[in-house]
């Protein structure tokens, strides 16, 4: 059975990523979430950072689809 930590990462490439649904960042990403990656300093703290994070990606790889492994 999958942990919580494992299922929220799955809704995210699922959902967030691969259905478009930006909406779920709210759900699962605290309000005080910092984003760390030194290649994108720019992406705001937030859910709002990852909806804008998802966005850039969707619209540069439009039809790509992110998987998980086992």
């Not at 909406?23 to 705001?44: G, L």
Request: hydrophobic letters at 30%.
């Amino acid at each position: 059975m999958p942990s919580a930590n494992q299922t929220l990462v799955r809704r995210f490439f699922d959902e967030t990523c691969n259905q478009g649904k930006l909406e779920v960042a709210d759900e699962i990403f605290s309000p005080d979430h910092k984003y760390h990656d030194p290649s994108n300093p720019f992406i705001v703290p937030r859910p709002e950072g990852m909806k804008q994070l998802v966005s850039t990606y969707q619209r540069a790889f439009t039809g790509a689809h992110w998987e998980i492994g086992k």
